[in-house]
Antibody, heavy 121, light 110 residues
């Protein structure tokens, strides 16, 4: 079964750091653009960051630029999101998503189960 | 405030059809293809329509997408209770150099 399994997340104080991980299986991970999308409690979806299949291109939402770092390890079929200088407004469920590299960057056809990040003192 | 504008809610009765709109601009919908996602309560979103009008394998042909100018639409025919969900449009924005989502539309099947 094609899947993305996420780990990491939890409760962190404002200004703290957290690292999210996402492991892909049963699909050619190295052929997929990978992304992070978040959803604050009771709110809509917000795109966070994307990394193309060879890591040649990386994009960030303005709200996280300079604080979050996306990376991938194709040998381990893994995606990461290093989140630093966390703020209360970063509180959300974070989804790992993938899109075939042949598709537009906004196509997310595989989704992880989501992991909650809570930033609170 | 979302870059893409969707109505917050829509409704219909079983068997009816409903259309959800997504209004954007010349830097997103006007020049790029649109995708639609369905999010059932408590679950991760699911790709419903990609490249404006294409359905992934397994998505019923009751769901269709279209675009005109800087607006896109998702049409659902023959409404079923299982269609009750939030629907989001998404597209690449050339000005923001990133993906933008609509605010989402909650569809209620009465």
């Amino acid at each position: 079964e094609v899947q993305l399994v996420q780990s990491g997340g939890g409760l962190v104080k404002p200004g703290g750091s957290l690292r999210l991980s996402c492991a892909g299986s049963e699909f050619t991970f190295s052929s997929y653009t990978m992304n992070w999308v978040r959803q604050a409690p009771g709110k809509g979806l917000q795109w966070v960051s994307s990394i193309t299949h060879t890591s040649a291109y990386i994009y960030y939402a303005d709200s996280v630029k300079g604080r979050f770092t996306i990376s991938r390890d194709n040998a381990k079929n893994s995606l990461f999101l290093q989140m630093d200088s966390l703020r209360a407004e970063d509180t959300a469920v974070y989804y790992c998503t993938g899109g075939d590299t042949a598709m537009a960057l906004s196509v997310f056809d595989i989704w992880g189960q989501g992991t909650m990040v809570t930033v609170s003192s | 405030q979302s870059v893409l504008t969707q109505p917050p809610s829509a409704s219909g009765t079983p068997g009816q059809g409903v259309t959800i709109s997504c209004s954007g601009s010349s830097s997103n919908i006007g020049i790029n293809t649109v995708n639609w996602y369905q999010q059932l309560s408590g679950t991760a979103p699911k790709l419903l329509i990609y490249s404006t009008s294409q359905r992934p394998s397994g998505v019923p042909d009751r769901f269709s997408g279209s675009k005109s100018g800087t607006s896109a639409s998702l049409a659902i025919s023959g409404l079923q209770s299982d269609d009750e969900a939030h629907y989001y449009c998404a597209v690449w924005d050339d000005t923001q150099n990133g993906v933008v989502f609509g605010g989402g539309t909650k569809l209620t099947v009465l």
